[in-house]
């Protein structure tokens, strides 16, 4: 099983994967990760990867095998869709965030991108800030993403949760798992 | 049953260190090998420190294997560059207890200056490279690499790169190895590198690396994995995983020691095969030696020395077909930015209203060079703005570079500034140095440094005081502005160009980043009095967007309420508020 994660330096992209890989690794599969830090994090186009099975070795996934592409954001979807195996899923944390190439001017942000990639893949998408903000903590959105992807890649509901309950800061458990609830049942 | 932990490389190499029984570990921060000294710093059995620069870190953790414990030092690959003068004379002392420097390769430059290759250095310093190719092994090879060490009597380079060191793995954890200090004897012919003993070192040093070549082949890190004979890979590191990916079947000679080659187990594989090929990322450091020794083998006629290799590249030779699927879409790119509340922002924001150019230094700042601020025009490596400028005031005068400032942070200015600054002042230069000071060493995660008063450990300790310093060294103008104070900022910068006074001015205020801090203001626009006139979008703050409409809207979960922008906009549509 391939997934990528993609988003914007700052969204806790990695913290999903990790949780991804915490999960998989729980299930007795062999799991390899590989993750972004320093320079290329900084507000930048941030790409992790999750990989597990019988054996893994390469730690990253290519164009054309990503079986779940998880993307924070719709322009980040865009820019990785082409990663996606012909029956791959897309999951699009339905948000606009522009790029400062987009800001100065120097390029516009593509309209229709939804509709664009709901023509060629399977693309479901939640307002994860929208939910999160409707639970009282904005910063809980990659919960309800992670709650949405975890539909699409398996597993039992109760072996997500004692991950996410591990991995969260233990003030934040009842409201991350709330999240995860509400993306699990968009 | 062992415990089993999924692991980063970075994570895997500080267990390895422990259950090495290391006791004494010294580095400096630098992308990918960072979160090494943060993992050791951990496990309470193990000193660890954050030293001003990589070569500091050398010396202290081989003062501390002379003593006759086993000692380790981690850097990126440039900071073997800074490390190199006691590297190559370690190289000729050998150690006392085991010595492994921790080098980090950055194929692919994710976060780095350049792409060099340090199984090169390596082999001119005549220092065996161990390299893993996965979590697992960098904490199995580490052990193998203290045992090397101490055997050959040499220290031993342990080379990742941003692969390994960012991935995670599964990882069988072991104990930490009882190992009693050795004793320390004075042996002036191996530890006091005067010509006389050096003569001698350098027969022990040939000596050496000829047992350890002829070793090589029968020991266990280097290994043959048999299959199809049609096709044979030689590789190491990651991008053994990438063949095992790409070609299951075929034959494999896995290097876990990249320097010195096994030379007959090389020759004894190539000639098991049909055709082999060397699979290796950069430079062609195993093809060439193989080739030299007349053997018919395939490396860079295939593939490229730059950038990171993978699977699909491999598949790509040896099928001639693409898995790919779909074509990429067009998309705006998404460069990394400076985030906001930023300080440097607010900095270089000064610089580029006063039509200034900076000589830039190595850290999240270098993002000034690129637009909307547009304001730096060199970065070389640590340290070099003030010596840049230095050259240029030199070369051209002081009228030339009275629209140049040298810009470099706290911790670069510790690392190997200071320096730089020595010179202006003996060497009478009169230049405006900018030391960006935000409190931390804040590309690489924020990590203490000597003007923090935190140590790695998060002991309280000494804070140098940085304008204490360059007063102390002779610099006769020191100022101490905040950096959100852009009218002192903008004031002292007249000031500086206009006289022929050496003068520093230290720009303060914390990395937006930094933990512990409250963000009580926030900045808010008003579409009413908005002009559309975009001068708050030319300070390039990814809170700041502008509407459908043309007028702009602050983010408010983003704004860090700075309140730069606030001072930008003559209109006074944008006001900074309590949250």
């Not at chain 2, 979160?35 to 953790?61: G, H, M, Q, R």
């Not at chain 2, 810009?407 to 190997?416: M, Q, R």
């Not at chain 2, 303060?508 to 801090?517: D, I, N």
Request: proline share 4%; glycine share 8%; with cysteine.
């Amino acid at each position: 099983m391939n997934i990528m994660v993609v988003g914007v330096g700052g969204q806790g992209t990695l913290l999903t994967s990790r949780i991804i890989g915490r999960t998989a690794l729980a299930q007795g599969f062999d799991v390899k990760l590989s993750e972004v830090h320093g320079m290329a994090q900084r507000g930048g186009s941030v790409v992790t990867f999750v990989r597990y099975g019988e054996r893994v070795y390469e730690p990253v996934v290519e164009e054309g095998e990503v079986d779940v592409l998880i993307a924070f954001e719709r322009l980040e979807a865009l820019r990785y869709a082409h990663f996606l195996k012909k029956d791959g899923t897309l999951i699009v944390n339905d948000c606009r965030i522009e790029p400062m190439t987009v800001v100065i001017g120097a390029a516009e942000y593509p309209e229709g991108i939804l509709e664009a990639l709901s023509a060629e893949h399977t693309v479901r998408t939640v307002d994860g800030s929208a939910v999160a903000r409707s639970l009282g903590n904005s910063r809980v959105l990659n919960s309800v993403v992670l709650g949405l992807a975890a539909r699409e890649i398996g597993f039992e509901k109760d072996a997500w949760l004692s991950v996410l309950r591990e991995t969260v800061p233990p003030k934040t458990v009842a409201v991350n798992e709330a999240a995860f609830n509400a993306g699990y049942g968009a | 049953m062992s415990e089993k932990k999924i692991m980063l490389g970075n994570d895997a190499i500080a267990r390895g260190a422990y259950e090495a029984g290391v006791k004494v570990s010294s580095a400096y921060p630098g992308t990918p090998s960072t979160e090494i000294s943060e993992f050791l710093a951990t496990y309470p059995e193990v000193y660890t420190e954050w030293a001003p620069n990589e070569k500091v870190a050398l010396e202290v953790a081989a003062g501390a294997s002379y003593s006759g414990v086993r000692a380790l030092a981690a850097m990126k690959h440039v900071g073997l560059n800074v490390a190199s003068d006691p590297l190559y004379s370690i190289a000729y002392t050998g150690v006392n207890g085991g010595l492994v420097i921790v080098v980090a390769d950055d194929p692919g430059i994710a976060s780095s200056q350049n792409e060099q290759d340090t199984r090169m250095i390596g082999r001119s310093a005549h220092i065996p490279v161990i390299e893993p190719s996965d979590s697992q092994e960098a904490k199995d090879l580490l052990l193998t690499a203290f045992e090397i060490s101490e055997e050959y009597d040499t220290p031993v380079i342990f080379r990742t790169t941003t692969k390994l060191a960012h991935s995670q793995s599964i990882v069988t954890l072991g104990k930490r190895c009882d190992v009693p200090d050795k004793v320390y004897e004075r042996d002036v012919k191996k530890y006091v590198m005067m010509p006389a003993s050096a003569i001698g070192r350098h027969k022990v040093v040939e000596a050496r690396e000829d047992r350890l070549s002829a070793d090589a082949s029968s020991l266990p890190l280097n290994r043959w994995e048999k299959g199809d004979t049609k096709l044979g890979f030689i590789t190491s590191g990651v991008a053994y995983q990438y063949v095992k990916e790409a070609a299951p079947t075929a034959s494999v000679l896995k290097l876990g020691m990249v320097n010195p080659l096994p030379r007959a187990l090389i020759e004894e594989f190539v000639a098991s095969c049909d055709e082999v090929i060397v699979f290796e990322e950069l430079e062609p450091v195993i093809e060439e030696q193989v080739k030299s020794w007349g053997l018919a083998v395939k490396g860079k006629e295939l593939f490229t020395k730059q950038g990171e290799y993978s699977a699909n590249m491999l598949k790509k030779v040896l099928t001639g077909k693409d898995a790919a699927v779909f074509a990429p879409a067009a998309a705006p790119a998404r460069p990394p930015i400076l985030c906001p509340g930023c300080p440097h922002r607010s900095v270089f924001s000064v610089l580029k209203k006063l039509k200034m150019h900076a000589a830039g230094d190595i850290g999240c700042y270098t993002l000034g060079a690129v637009a909307p601020l547009s304001v730096i025009d060199t970065t070389v490596c640590m340290g070099s703005s003030i010596s840049l400028l230095h050259g240029m005031e030199k070369a051209k005068g002081r009228e030339y570079i009275r629209s140049w400032v040298a810009t470099i942070g706290d911790s670069t200015f510790l690392h190997t500034g200071v320096n730089s600054l020595i010179n202006m002042v003996y060497n009478k230069s009169a230049a405006t140095v900018m030391i960006l000071d935000n409190r931390t060493t804040g590309m690489t995660g924020h990590q203490e440094h000597a003007a923090t008063g935190k140590t790695l450990k998060g002991e309280e300790t000494h804070a140098i005081d940085l304008s204490e310093l360059c007063r102390a060294i002779g610099v006769p103008r020191v100022l101490r502005i905040s950096a959100f104070d852009t009218a002192a900022l903008e004031a002292a910068l007249c000031e500086s160009a206009g006289d022929d006074v050496l003068t520093v001015i230290i720009a303060e205020a914390p990395c937006a980043l930094l933990k512990g801090q409250s963000f009580p203001n926030v900045c808010v626009a008003d579409a009413e009095k908005c002009k559309r006139c975009g001068a708050c979008l030319r300070i390039g703050c990814p809170a700041i967007t502008k509407t459908a409409d043309g007028t702009v809207r602050i983010d408010d979960a983003m704004c860090n309420g700075c309140g730069l922008c606030e001072g930008y906009c003559k209109f006074g549509a944008i006001e900074k508020r309590p949250r």
